[in-house]
């Protein structure tokens, strides 16, 4: 049996890489920050992580599942024994401005309080401080285990060369 697949009902391309360069920068500076105390899961569905309330009617729960039906996380760090949500991560804009991001992340926020979950918020950078990720998720992380005393985290950046790790100034 062959398979003849009709390029116009078919018509998609694969995506270049998952994340854009400020993501990816930010991946892996909180992969060294975890180091290996949680899951990192990227671009994942609000929808996947909250719920309507049980307690509202079928209608209501529509309604709000339809608020969040297109929206995702950035990050998501869960337990790595069950696979049960940690915190969650959003990159803003990292303007104060009135753009849709900026509404969307004042909505994740407002929804993650009522849902109490942990939501820390970024500005999107091509320039991430692993100390400013350490103290802000970290908190929300087992404490690690083995931990060099005076030993700086680097700071990651894009270059034109790629992702460079760097010292702290």
Known sequence: MTDKTNP???????????????????????DGVVD????????VRVADVLAPAKEKSIAEKRNLYNQIADMHFDFVLCHPGDLSVICVIVLGSGSQGENKRDQRDV?????????????VQ????????????????????????QQVV???????????LGLQATAKK
């Open 107 to 119: 909505f994740l926020a407002k929804t993650c309080i009522a849902a109490n979950l942990p939501l």
């Open 36 to 43: 290996g105390r949680a899951v990192i899961l990227a671009k």
């Open 8 to 30: 116009d009902e078919f018509s998609y391309q694969r995506q270049r890489a998952l994340f854009a360069e400020e993501e990816k920068t930010f991946f892996i500076a909180l």
């Open 122 to 145: 970024f500005a999107r950078s091509l320039a991430y401080d692993a100390d400013d990720i350490e103290k802000r998720v970290g908190r929300f992380l087992p404490i690690k285990s």
């Open 150 to 160: 005076g030993q700086e985290e680097p700071v990651y950046m894009w270059t034109k």
